[in-house]
């Protein structure tokens, strides 16, 4: 009986210290009009590729996984779904950093020197990208998703060991408890990952229940999935402000960089509170020092919410091109929900 054997195409990449693993080829064509309807599909009846690739042995759950997919939009390049430790986010702007670097290093969208504009369909809508090429290489990725907007702020939840934990509900992305890390004792620093995990297991369980889970355009997009903790804010010498930051994965990940929709949603609460002016900048340093560039942009509507457009500015790096051997017969590959979705 022969092997039943399939093979993957990854381009791996890190942003800000943080894993994507794009998937280039090795998968079928997914149902479904929209790249977010692929998305719910493969959420639906294959999520075995995540687990796969975010599992030992093939993976790590601090990393990030994007499958390539034929975009809808006439205007898009390529289209990506989004796959992290807690599902499947709408957006992210280290995955697109990412994805977008993958795709010209790798001459999927041919690369021209100097400033390049790009389009890529997020399964939350139309990533709009301008890259900087210099010798072949992406030196920054600028790119602007979906806008983020404050839904509730001044909530409280009972955690337990950590007592009453104050946050405010954001969505940029998907749904961001943001919390002041000092009111509860945190510096933002490499020092404290361990501690900020278990905080931030902690405190999503204990969330959860009662908070939104539907967005006003997307419909239903699960529980919580991250808190994004903060620190002070200061001013830099060329006027931009800076901010420690730490984004939480549910379950157990703290991002290496800021993120770009944990910088998405505290650049939109700071606007809500008078912090931040159109044309504003704030740079995110994670606890491991990475840095992001988020600037505020213009308003917009999302169902009764009023929204604040952002670019976050950041870089993309390759790390490893490689072919990933499944074999489906191995006791360590769950194939129940993964094989059909495999091309032969």
């Known amino acids: 009986m022969p092997h039943r054997e399939r093979t993957l195409e990854l381009i791996d990449t890190q942003s800000g210290g943080d894993v994507s693993r794009i998937v280039t080829a090795g998968i079928v064509g997914l149902p479904g009009k929209t790249v977010l309807e692929k998305a719910r599909y493969l959420q639906r009846e294959g999520d075995g590729l995540r687990r796969l690739l975010l599992s030992e042995p093939y993976g790590d759950p601090a990393m990030s996984v994007d499958l390539i997919v034929e975009p809808s939009h006439p205007e898009a390049q ?16 280290s995955n697109t950093i990412c994805t977008a670097t993958a795709l010209l290093q790798s001459g999927r969208i041919p690369m021209r020197e100097g400033e390049q504009k790009v389009v890529l369909e997020s399964p939350a809508g139309l990533a709009r990208i301008t890259v900087q090429n210099r010798n072949g290489r992406v030196e920054s990725v600028r790119t602007q998703g979906e806008p983020a907007y404050v839904t509730e702020q001044g909530l409280s939840v009972e955690v337990p060991h ?8 954001v969505w940029s992305g998907a749904y961001f408890a943001v919390i002041d890390a000092a009111r509860h004792g945190f510096v933002i620093n490499a020092e404290s ?4 995990g278990a905080f931030g297991d902690a405190f999503v369980r204990a969330a959860r229940p009662g908070l939104l889970e539907e967005h ?6 699960g529980p919580l999935p991250f808190a994004h903790f903060t620190g002070p804010v200061s001013r830099q010498a060329n006027g931009r402000l800076e901010s420690p930051s730490a984004t939480y994965v549910h379950p157990g990940v703290i ?11 505290r650049m939109a609460l700071m606007a809500e509170r008078g912090e931040l002016q159109e044309g504003d900048e704030l740079e995110t340093l994670s606890p491991r020092g990475n840095r992001f560039i988020g600037t505020l942009l213009g308003e917009a509507q999302v169902g009764k919410y009023k929204a604040r457009h952002s670019h976050i500015t950041g870089r993309g790096r390759v790390m490893a091109r490689s072919h990933i051997v499944v074999d489906l017969d191995d006791p360590q590959v769950d194939a129940s929900d993964l094989a059909h979705l495999l091309s032969l």
């Open 216 to 221: 006003p355009d997307l419909g239903h997009v």
């Open 78 to 93: 390529a289209g990506y779904i989004i796959m992290e430790a807690m599902g499947y986010p709408l957006y992210s702007g």
């Open 193 to 196: 990952e361990i501690a900020l």
């Open 162 to 169: 950590y007592g009453s934990v104050a946050f405010d509900l």
């Open 255 to 265: 991002c290496r960089s800021p993120t770009g929709t944990g910088t998405s949603a």
